[in-house]
Every structure is written in structure tokens, then in C-alpha cells.
């Protein structure tokens, strides 16, 4: 069973206790390109040159974390990880 602070959207997305600093992070092995994160959240995710989503904000900035939490629930392959 999951601990109690952590959430799984239907999606999967594995989401964070909203009291600690939220992380982001792009399972490489995981990410097609798609660009949904980039396009949803860029003050956290880019692409780039190899073609892949990267994390540019560690951690999260507050006023960037619902559009990352879209970001994450998006993803079609489910290559983000919040925590």
C-alpha cells in the first residue's frame, strides 16, 4: 500500500506531500519527445537537442507546480515523476 502523503492519478502520476518541495523528474528510458510537458509547464521542462523532455527547475518553483502536476498527468508514457 502507497503512504498515506502519496497520490496516484489516473494517469499514474505519483504526486508529492503539498508541505515539502515538489521534484520533478524525466524517466529518459520512459519519454518518447511528445513535447506535452514542455508545452504545459516550461518553467519546468524542455526539450532537448537529443530530443527528450528535460527537468530545468529542481525544485519546482510554487507557482509552477499545478502546471507541472498537468504536465506529469499528460504524459503519455507516464515518463515523470513527482515527488
Sequence with gaps: MAPQDTVFSSAGC???NQEELMRAEVISEKCIGDGICADTC??????????????????V??????????ACEACPTEAIELS
Excluded: T
Aim: charged share 35%.
Design 14 to 16: 505519483r504526486e508529492c
Design 61 to 70: 518553483p510554487a507557482d509552477a507546480e499545478a502546471a507541472c502536476k498537468e
Design 42 to 59: 516550461p518553467e519546468v521542462f524542455e526539450m532537448g537537442d537529443d530530443g527528450l523532455a528535460h527537468v530545468i527547475a529542481d525544485p
